[in-house]
C-alpha cells in the first residue's frame, strides 16, 4: 500500500476584525460592601409643630402669696327673732365672780412661773388678808433661803400674830412637812431676836418650851415646826422654808 505524504499545518493569527454590535445589558452583579459615612449633610428644613403631649406630674407647691385687699363689707343681714326675756341681774353676778376668780388664779400662777425655777418645788399659794406665802421645796441654808425670797420681792415669812402663824403652820402640815425655815434671827446680837427685816419682835411669839436655848452656842437661826412652836437652830443647816409677800405688791 502507497504511503501518504505527511503534511505540517501552521496556524497564523488573522487580522483583527471589525467591532461587532453591542450586546444586550447583563443581569445586575451582587451588592458591594457598605463605603464609609459620607460628610454630614445640610439640615432638612423645620417639620410641623407635633400633637400635645399627656400632662406631666403636678410640681411641688409655690411660695404663699401676699395677703389680699379686704373685700367690700356685705349687705346687712335680717334682724333675728327676739329673745326671751330673762333675770339677767343674778347671771351678771355669777359671771363677775367667774371672772375674779379666773383673775386671781391667773395671778397664782404667774407668780408661781416668776418665783420658782420649777413647778415641782412649788407646795401651793397661801394667803390672808394682806400676805402670800409660798413653801418652797428646796432645801438652802438660811441666808441662801432669804436671799431667794428677796430676788423674788419678798422675805422669809414673818409670823406676826397668831393667825399668820396658824396660816404658815396648817400649810407645813398639808404639805407633809415637819419644820420650816422662817424670818426670825438673833444674828446681829445674842438673845435678842428680830425679824429678818430687822423689825423688833414686840407683840407676838411661839417658841416652844425650853427655846431658843443656843444648843452650842451655835443657833441663831428660827425654824417653824408643824405644831406652829418655833424652834432656834444653827443656820447652817438645809432645809425647806417659806417665802413672804405683800400681797398689794404682787
Not at 136 to 159: F, I, N
Not at 162 to 171: C, E, G, H, T
Amino acid at each position: 500500500m502507497a504511503e501518504e505524504p505527511c503534511s505540517v499545518q501552521i496556524l497564523v493569527p488573522g487580522l483583527k476584525g471589525e467591532p461587532g454590535e453591542k450586546g444586550e445589558k447583563g443581569a445586575p452583579g451582587r451588592p458591594g460592601r457598605v463605603g464609609p459615612p459620607g460628610d454630614t449633610g445640610p439640615p432638612g428644613l423645620k417639620g410641623q409643630k407635633g400633637i400635645m403631649g399627656r400632662y406631666g406630674k403636678m410640681g411641688p407647691s409655690g411660695l404663699k402669696g401676699l395677703k389680699g385687699d379686704m373685700g367690700d363689707p356685705g349687705p346687712k343681714g335680717s334682724d333675728g327673732d327676739p329673745g326671751l326675756p330673762c333675770e339677767c341681774a343674778p347671771l351678771r353676778k355669777m359671771i363677775g365672780e367667774m371672772d375674779n376668780q379666773v383673775a386671781q388664779l391667773t395671778n397664782e400662777l404667774k407668780f408661781i412661773k416668776n418665783a420658782l425655777p420649777s413647778p415641782a418645788a412649788v407646795a401651793g399659794v397661801k394667803e390672808t388678808d394682806s400676805k402670800v406665802y409660798l413653801l418652797v421645796k428646796e432645801e438652802k441654808r438660811y441666808r441662801d433661803a432669804e436671799l431667794y425670797c428677796q430676788g423674788r420681792g419678798g422675805h422669809l415669812a414673818m409670823p406676826k400674830d397668831a393667825a399668820a402663824n396658824r396660816a404658815i403652820a396648817r400649810y407645813i402640815t398639808e404639805a407633809g412637812l415637819s419644820r420650816v425655815y422662817i424670818g426670825i434671827n438673833d444674828l446681829e446680837r445674842e438673845g435678842h431676836f428680830v425679824y429678818v427685816e430687822r423689825s423688833p419682835m414686840s407683840t407676838f411669839s411661839k417658841w416652844r418650851e425650853g427655846e431658843p436655848n443656843n444648843a452650842y452656842e451655835d443657833e441663831d437661826c428660827v425654824e417653824l415646826v408643824s405644831s406652829g412652836e418655833w424652834v432656834d437652830v444653827a443656820c447652817s443647816l438645809t432645809m425647806y422654808f417659806v417665802c413672804e409677800f405683800d400681797k398689794d405688791r404682787i
